[in-house]
């Protein structure tokens, strides 16, 4: 499986970006697509995550509100559209999949595949 993350890039506190990520190889119908970001000396942090197929989807309270992940299976892609962002959501955001657990879709380690990342920065 390969995850190719794109969206990424610079916007002012308040604004708007939309990441997308687009997977390619072997079925990803049984599994979960999350994002994740992670600034220099912290660990990867859980922002996001949908089921390819049904209806689960669950969000960081950090972003719960502000943020939305959707799916375009005919695509093989997720997107993540980021609202009203605040500065403390400059991060790499990396999109992974894997089939965690619902209750645990918030664990880094369960996801076995991740794109290269992308930077977004909130600055005015």
């Known amino acids: 499986v390969q995850l190719q993350a794109s969206g990424g890039g610079l916007v002012q506190p308040g604004g708007s970006l939309r990441l997308s990520c687009e997977a390619s190889?072997?079925?990803?119908?049984?599994?979960?697509m999350g994002w994740f970001r992670q600034t220099p000396g912290k660990e990867r942090e859980f922002v996001a995550a949908?089921?390819?197929?049904?209806?689960?989807?669950g969000y960081a309270d950090a972003v719960k509100g502000r943020f939305t992940i959707s799916r375009d299976n005919a695509k093989n892609t997720v997107y993540q559209q980021m609202n009203r962002m605040k500065s403390e959501d400059t991060a790499v955001y990396y999109c992974?999949?894997?089939?965690?657990?619902?209750?645990?879709?918030?664990?880094?380690?369960?996801?076995?595949?991740w794109g290269q990342g992308t930077l977004v920065t909130v600055s005015s």
């Open positions: 992974g999949t894997g089939s965690p657990p619902w209750g645990s879709r918030s664990y880094a380690n369960l996801y076995y595949y």
């Open positions: 190889g072997r079925s990803l119908s049984t599994s979960t």
């Open positions: 949908i089921r390819w197929s049904g209806g689960n989807i």
